[in-house]
């Protein structure tokens, strides 16, 4: 699988989302990618969850180069006491 010149761009209302979630893969290339995302920009897993371990295969052979990662900011309203 090849992800070449892609922007992700997670909303503001997912501070937890990963940008590309990798799982149970094999010969993965990811070049010249942009992901704006509130926790990983890509994330690599092994069977996760009942699903992985029905596939039963391990994550190998991952080429990660030129990405680029913006870190969503959490905002938080804040009630203020005012005397």
Known sequence: ?????V???NPRRAP???GIDINS???VRI???YVHAGND?????????AEGHDV????SAITVTKYRHV????????ERNVR
């Not at 699988?1 to 010149?5: L, Q």
């Not at 039963?56 to 994550?59: C, H, I, P, V, W």
């Not at 870190?71 to 804040?78: P, T």
């Open 71 to 78: 870190r969503s900011r959490r905002r938080r309203n804040r």
């Open 1 to 5: 699988m090849t992800i070449h010149n």
């Open 31 to 33: 070049s010249d990618t």
């Open 16 to 18: 937890n989302g990963d």
């Open 25 to 27: 893969a094999q010969h």
């Open 41 to 49: 920009a890509i994330c690599i897993k092994s069977g996760k969850n």
């Open 56 to 59: 039963g295969r391990l994550t």
């Open 7 to 9: 922007n992700v761009e």
